[in-house]
C-alpha cells in the first residue's frame, strides 16, 4: 500500500490580517442581523471614540476562548445600557421590560451573542485549515477593568469597534495559530 501524501499544515500566513478583519467583520454583522433584525457597522480605525463619560458607565464583556490548531478568544465589548437594548430586541420586549430586565438575563444574551460572533468566526478558521473547539460563553461587567492577553510568539490582538443602534461595541480577537 503506498504512503499517503503529506498533508501540509497550515501557517500564520496563510491567515492575514485582511482575514481575521473579513471574518470578524462578518461574524459581527451577520449576528447583529439575523438576532436583532439591526445593522452593525464598522467604524474605521481612525474614528473617534466615544467621550469618556464620568462617572463611568458600566460595561459588559462577553468572551468566548477557542483551541486547537487555532487558540485564542473572541471578546464582545459594550456598555450595559446597549446590552440591555439588544437583550429586549432578542426578547421581543418593551421599553419598561427592558427597564426591569435583571442583569443574568443581560448576561446570559451578550454571552449567547458572543457565542454565536465566536462560532462564526471559528467556521472561517476552519476553512482555512485551522480546526479548533469553542468554550462555553462568559462574561464579565463592572467599570473598571482591562483585558491583557499574555504575549507569546505567534500572538496577535485586533479590535474592532461597530455602531449599531446609536451605541459603540468592540469585537476583538485574541488569535494564535500555534508555532
Not at 438576532?35 to 468566548?64: F, N
Not at 419598561?96 to 462564526?120: F, K, T, W, Y
Amino acid at each position: 500500500m503506498p504512503a499517503r501524501p503529506a498533508i501540509p499544515m497550515p501557517s500564520i500566513a496563510e491567515f492575514t490580517d485582511h482575514d481575521v478583519r473579513t471574518h470578524m467583520v462578518r461574524a459581527v454583522t451577520d449576528v447583529f442581523t439575523t438576532m436583532l433584525d439591526r445593522p452593525a457597522v464598522l467604524l474605521p480605525a481612525d474614528a473617534p471614540p466615544p467621550p469618556v463619560k464620568y462617572p463611568p458607565e458600566r460595561q459588559i464583556v462577553g468572551t468566548v476562548g477557542f483551541a486547537g490548531e487555532a487558540n485564542g478568544v473572541i471578546y464582545l465589548r459594550m456598555s450595559e445600557l446597549f446590552a440591555r437594548r439588544c437583550t429586549g430586541i432578542m426578547l421581543g420586549l418593551d421599553e419598561v421590560e427592558i427597564a426591569a430586565m435583571d442583569r443574568e438575563s443581560v448576561s446570559d444574551a451578550v454571552g449567547e451573542l458572543s457565542n454565536i460572533v465566536a462560532g462564526s468566526f471559528k467556521n472561517g478558521l476552519y476553512d482555512a485549515g485551522f480546526s479548533c473547539k469553542l468554550s462555553i460563553p462568559a462574561t464579565v461587567s463592572g467599570t473598571d477593568f482591562s483585558i491583557s492577553p499574555k504575549p507569546g510568539d505567534g500572538t496577535f490582538r485586533r479590535a474592532f469597534r461597530f455602531d449599531s443602534l446609536g451605541q459603540s461595541m468592540v469585537a476583538e480577537v485574541i488569535l494564535n495559530l500555534g508555532t
